[in-house]
């Protein structure tokens, strides 16, 4: 069998060439010089086990099927022989890759790129890192870079170490697939890499450049083939990269053979389940040209010259992959006959016309019959009916609004205009020397998105013509070329190009996103929720077809048309113009009014960040006017800001039976609310920040809302004080607008997740881009979150957490500072120093209802606990604080409370009937300065001193002189906070930590401070042992108490201590019996006795 590339037919005619000595030499003088190194590398490779042989002899086939396919008579240059020749071998060099390029792979899925690249890898022996030389320790590095990249484009996101094997695979076979997978994406690049490196002989100066374009074509789409050339390189031998192109193309995809696949190997090889089929579809398959004119077979069957494709596959799934292969052969073979009959192997040279000719048909001649006859061939796959379905995808049943059908005129439109952008930016980055090692700042990027999205437009138009309403979508985006018609925008839910993922990859190496959504069909079904027709005028960036195209459909009965338009027929030099004939009964009984404002409505309601300028005009008349970037101005959530307000004026204003006095109070209450409303109107004003997403993932804004009070302060609230009641504030809520490339969606976070942006009171914009973020409905209306927000949008909690911190930094000096830390919501314990002119809701002597003012020592809270109007302390006053209510939503108000640490108790008596009861509260006599959240406790009378703490309205009060707590450090408190809230887990896995007595004892107190304790409970009975030591070391086996005096409640619970029987013991609650712990004379009762 021959199998040397000295006996090819090429190698042939090239040492045969006559006429052109001086060419033919350097043409073999390379050849030689080349092609025994390659055959060796291309026979002792195969490290992929997945896919069929990319040998010297599948390179020795595909060489042999290019003699076949070029017609006798074409005048092949000694050039042309010698390119064809080198990339029928070197074409698929990159599929035999680099041994320590399958090393670093392999480890990078077994411990992470990082790791990978530090660390001697044992199992394949691979050099430490230190003895690397420098160079290929950066080629290396730049692979993983790119494999990790590569990963990212997953639809499931692979996670690096590999833990979690693909589906119904095992963990070792899923790295040989993934390994085996990003070799075949990266073949065409490692093939160039080589053929840079490796060849060192050029007959002619753009020899390699040519060779590598060459190679690397064989995976290009249309769009990239135009950028290959015809050119002469001496007085009579031309080049046509063009012709040799799509010679290497068919030769490649026409090599179907048994001899690709030995039966040997493939019982050797651990070929991965997807990938078996396709070696058992080779071993069936023989493929001949017959160009002999009319022949037989043996059973008197006639065939025409042509392609003949005989197959005898064993089951139905291998019949399936034969009918694949002949598909593919044909669609090489029918874009093949398609340029030769538009020229276009000539580019231009007229010389070429006639010398690069194409006899080969435009599909193959399929003879394929089961091999036993032991099955009949049917498609096997589920297939649905094809009307029904592009009904329903055209109608509101699947996206219930038919408005929705703007949402995608308009992602499209969009998608025309990111395309432009990106490459006007990656050219602009280019101009300014940023690249991949020297990448541009987050700053840069978003200004320079923002200049090139300036220069283009989306426009909307409703007009009328011939006595129809239309809609016309105008862009100057990229536009479309005819084969983006055909094969993408009339097929319904056609996913990304390659060069969509081209682009992205080259737009993610300078640190930006190509933002393409690279979704089309089901939008462009959905047209017919509107119309009944539909026309398009598109052209091409660039112009690859040399004329722009003219597209029309009557709806799903009718078969669309396509013609070519003449070139700068089209307003501007590229883009879409969609124009839409909206149907009668989509006007309705409103008419195109109503019609022309629920359009406006929706785009006000669903636009929420855009590419470039965008202008609506109705009748000639402009309605709407948006610029680059956010749409909605911040004043825009200033109702949502007044929501609480405007629910309280509606309760008010709710027709009630009332009595005479009630309306009169109410009358005044409606009155103070109206003008509350407006003020708070006018006072509030915005502050924002913005930023990018990690990895391209998108874009945030947050938007916060201030206020400008009457006392000239800037504040993160506004005071409310009512006529009949306590004071309260309102406050900016938290809220979280979702959007999908720039247009607001539904959207659902993961089961048991809440987000951190309901705490601050901002409003969160935040647009996705990628597909690793949320999961994105069929109808692209509704999102549902991969991640907890908080993990997605992390950078915006940074952004609005940081200008929070700014604005509070700002005005430590303001009497509203303690009001504003407590409003910003972002608990970082840095409380402002408590001064003679704070702020704070006080309930003064003399004073009925709690007003904002400035508390004068000593203070009490107010609570539950604490009735009656005498508060003296010493025979002084003393004023009475109470929590902070912010009007937070719609049903309910959030309170605070006073948010520095009491220093001690206080009590009162309270006379209840016949009974004297103890009433608790919390006592500040010196100037508070440390947080509430702080372990260290407060002073308990000596009757309380066995008790650890008090569960009380508003929180747990903690001893600071109980045992346990003397035993917590600073460092142990902070160990266990940072620890989630969950004790099984933590008893389970901190065990170790917890044999230290301060970490025992931080961890069993942050255990008691929940009100529920039956998980504690739980713990207990279930680990008894593990509780049992952590109990010895934090409470030293003693049973611990706790004061439960909330709702009326004052007793004692005891937790037992190990073996943790009887959970349900109490005590009641001894009074104080020295005066100093009393707001009021004791004396004042004759009644010592506690009540039981």
Not at 94 to 103: A, E, S
Not at 305 to 311: F, N, T
Not at 393 to 419: I, K, P, T
Not at 690 to 711: S, T, Y
Request: hydrophobic residues 40%; contains cysteine.
């Amino acid at each position: 069998m021959l199998t040397d590339w000295r006996q090819t037919v090429l190698w042939q005619r090239i040492t045969s060439f006559s006429g052109a000595d001086e060419d033919r030499k350097k043409v073999e003088l390379c050849l030689e010089a080349w092609m025994p190194g390659i055959q060796l590398v291309l026979d002792q490779g195969g490290v992929l086990d997945d896919f069929t042989m990319h040998d010297s002899q599948h390179s020795f086939r595909v060489a042999q099927r290019m003699v076949e396919i070029v017609p006798p008579a074409t005048n092949l240059s000694v050039y042309e022989l010698g390119l064809l020749l080198l990339s029928a071998y070197l074409h698929d060099s990159g599929m035999v890759p680099r041994r320590d390029v399958i090393k670093t792979l392999r480890l990078i899925l077994r411990v992470g790129r990082d790791k990978a690249l530090t660390t001697p890898d044992t199992t394949d022996s691979t050099e430490p890192a230190e003895t690397i030389p420098a160079e290929r320790a950066a080629w290396l590095a730049s692979v993983a870079t790119n494999f990790v990249a590569w990963l990212k484009t997953f639809d499931t996101p692979i996670v690096l170490p590999l833990e979690t094997a693909i589906p119904g695979m095992s963990i070792e076979d899923s790295n040989d697939y993934l390994i085996a997978h990003y070799c075949r994406h990266r073949h065409t690049d490692w093939s160039a890499e080589f053929i840079q490196t490796q060849v060192k002989v050029d007959p002619y100066s753009r020899w390699r450049t040519d060779l590598i374009e060459l190679c690397k074509s064989h995976h290009w789409g249309k769009d990239k083939l135009n950028s290959l050339g015809c050119y002469r390189v001496s007085t009579d031998q031309m080049v046509n990269i063009r012709y040799l192109a799509v010679i290497l193309r068919v030769a490649d995809v026409m090599d179907v053979t048994p001899e690709r696949v030995p039966a040997i190997l493939y019982e050797h090889r651990a070929v991965s389940a997807p990938s078996r089929v396709y070696w058992q579809k080779d071993s069936t398959v023989w493929l001949t040209i017959d160009t002999r004119g009319q022949a037989s077979d043996q059973a008197g069957e006639s065939f025409s010259p042509g392609i003949r494709l005989e197959a005898w596959p064993h089951d139905g799934r291998c019949h399936f992959a034969v009918l694949e292969t002949a598909a593919q052969i044909d669609d090489e073979l029918s874009q093949a006959r398609v340029l030769a009959e538009e020229d276009w192997f000539a580019d231009g040279a007229r010389s070429e016309s006639s010398r690069c000719r194409w006899d080969l048909p435009h599909q193959v001649h399929r003879r394929i019959k089961p091999r036993d006859e032991d099955y009949i061939y049917i498609d096997g796959r589920f297939r649905p009916d094809s009307h029904k379905v592009l009904k329903l995808l055209s109608g509101s049943n699947l996206y219930q609004d038919r408005l929705a059908a703007l949402r995608e005129l308009l992602q499209n439109a969009f998608d025309a205009v990111r395309w432009c952008v990106a490459e006007d930016m990656l050219k602009d980055l280019a101009r300014t020397g940023h690249n991949g090692e020297n990448p541009a700042d987050e700053e840069t990027l978003v200004e320079l998105r923002a200049a090139m999205g300036d220069r283009y437009h989306v426009d909307m138009d409703i007009r009328e013509e011939q006595g129809r309403w239309w809609l016309v979508c105008r862009d100057n985006g990229i536009g479309m070329n005819r084969a983006i018609i055909e094969r993408r925008f009339l097929v319904s839910g056609g996913g990304s190009r390659q060069c969509d993922f081209d682009l992205e990859e080259r737009c993610r190496a300078h640190g930006f996103s190509a933002e393409i959504t690279g979704q089309f069909g089901i939008g462009v079904l959905s047209y017919f929720m509107l119309g009944d027709r539909f026309e398009i005028r598109t052209a091409r960036r660039g112009n690859p077809d040399g004329c722009g195209w003219y597209f029309a459909s009557d709806g799903l009965e009718n078969f669309g048309e396509l013609k070519s338009l003449p070139p700068h027929s089209m307003p501007e030099e590229h883009g879409t113009e969609l124009k839409l004939r909206l149907s009668p009964e989509i006007l309705g009984e409103g008419g195109i009014e109503a019609w022309k404002d629920g359009l406006l409505d929706y785009l006000k309601k669903k636009l929420i960040h855009v590419p470039c300028p965008i202008r609506a005009r109705f009748a000639d008349t402009e309605v709407l006017t948006l610029g680059y970037g956010w749409v909605r101005p911040t004043e825009h959530y200033k109702v949502f800001v007044l929501g609480p307000v405007d629910k309280m004026i509606a309760d008010a204003n709710r027709q009630d039976l009332r009595t005479a006095e009630q309306e009169a109070r109410l009358a005044t209450r409606r009155d103070w609310l109206q003008t509350a409303r407006e003020t708070i109107l006018d006072a509030m004003e915005f502050q924002t920040c913005e930023g990018l997403l990690p990895d391209g993932g998108g874009r945030w804004r947050a938007i916060l809302p201030v206020f400008r009070l009457a006392d000239g302060n800037v504040s993160l609230i506004h005071p409310l004080t009512p006529p009949d009641g306590d004071c309260s504030a309102i406050r900016g809520r938290g809220q979280s607008i979702t959007a999908w490339k720039g247009m607001a969606a539904r959207t659902a976070a993961p089961v048991g997740s809440r987000s951190t942006s309901w705490d601050l009171p901002c409003v969160f914009e935040t647009d996705f881009h990628s597909t690793k973020a949320v999961d994105l409905s069929v109808n692209r209306n509704d999102l549902t979150l991969t991640a907890p927000w908080d993990e997605l949008a992390a950078p915006a909690l940074t952004g609005a957490t940081s200008m929070l911190q700014e604005f509070l930094a700002a005005r430590t000096a303001s009497p509203w500072s303690l009001i504003d830390h407590i409003a910003a919501g972002i608990n970082d314990n840095k409380l402002p120093l408590f001064e003679s002119s704070t702020l704070w809701p006080c309930q003064l002597i003399g004073q009925n209802h709690a007003s904002f003012s400035h508390p004068v020592l000593p203070l009490v809270q107010t609570t539950i606990l604490l009735f009656g109007p005498k508060n003296e302390l010493n025979n002084g006053p003393i004023t009475t604080i109470s929590a902070l209510n912010f009007l937070s939503s719609e049903s309910n108000t959030s309170s605070w409370v006073f948010p520095y640490q009491p220093e001690r108790l206080a009590f009162r008596r309270k006379h209840n009937g016949g009974f004297v009861e103890p009433t608790a509260t919390t006592l500040w006599e010196a100037q508070p300065h440390k947080p509430r959240s702080s372990y260290s406790g407060i002073a308990f009378p000596p009757e309380w001193a066995n008790i650890l703490l008090i569960h009380s309205l508003y929180g747990a009060l903690i001893n600071a002189n109980h045992n346990l707590v003397t035993k917590i450090t600073p460092e142990s408190w902070a160990w266990i906070s940072a620890k989630k809230d969950n004790a099984r887990l933590d008893l389970l896995t901190l065990h170790p930590h917890l044999l230290e007595p301060c970490n025992a004892a931080a961890w069993l107190l942050q255990r008691l401070t929940a009100q529920d304790l039956n998980p504690l409970q739980a713990v207990t009975e279930n680990y008894k042992d593990i509780a049992t030591a952590v109990w010895e070391k934090a409470a030293d086996g003693m049973p611990i108490r706790l004061a439960d005096c909330r709702y009326y409640i004052s007793q004692i619970r005891i937790i037992p201590p190990p073996p943790f029987i009887d959970w349900n013991q109490t005590e009641p609650l001894p009074w104080p019996a020295d005066a100093e712990w009393y707001l009021d004379d004791v004396a004042e009762s004759s009644d010592t006795t506690p009540s039981d």
